[in-house]
């Protein structure tokens, strides 16, 4: 597998999602795909938005090629990291979706449940999400529309 471009990908969680993360984290490096971990670093309560944020801030400036977020359900990081333009994120709880967001969205972040999505299959599912390209043609032109 190899990062789909030459930036980094960026990964973040919330408290509820930090181990989730933190077994990514060693996909990723099994991978050799690089990437930053934007936080948070222990399972100290924090608040998923500053993360969320900081990430799809990252993404939407092209600092990273795209994102990983991670918390209780995958639901509020998804809703935080929609707020900005050019961010399309999507919560994925199987590959199939994964494939199909990339291919037919170009969704560039990833969101992940801990609380719904086991490790293994989380590994799964990043991994259809890297390795899955977007199939512009009459998809581009909707995924344009997105954009308000």
């Known amino acids: 597998m190899s990062n789909p471009s030459q930036k980094p990908l960026a990964i973040a969680s919330d408290h509820a999602g930090f181990g ?38 990252g993404v939407a400036t092209g600092r990273y090629s795209r994102g990983v977020l991670v918390c209780g359900t995958g639901l509020g990081m998804c809703m935080a990291a929609n707020r900005h333009q050019g961010v399309r994120a999507a919560t994925c709880t199987e590959a199939f979706a994964a494939r199909m967001t990339r291919q037919h969205n170009d969704a560039n972040v990833l969101c992940l449940g801990s609380r719904i999505t086991g490790p293994g299959l989380a590994e799964e599912i990043l991994k259809t ?5 977007f ?14």
């Open 129 to 133: 999400f890297l390795d899955t390209s």
């Open 135 to 148: 199939e512009g043609g009459r998809h581009a032109g909707r995924v344009t529309k997105i954009e308000v």
């Open 20 to 57: 989730l993360k933190e077994s990514l984290k060693q996909a990723l490096t099994r991978w050799g795909v690089a990437f930053e971990d934007l936080g948070t670093h222990s399972e100290a309560s924090i608040d998923y938005p500053d993360f969320a944020h900081a990430l799809a801030s």
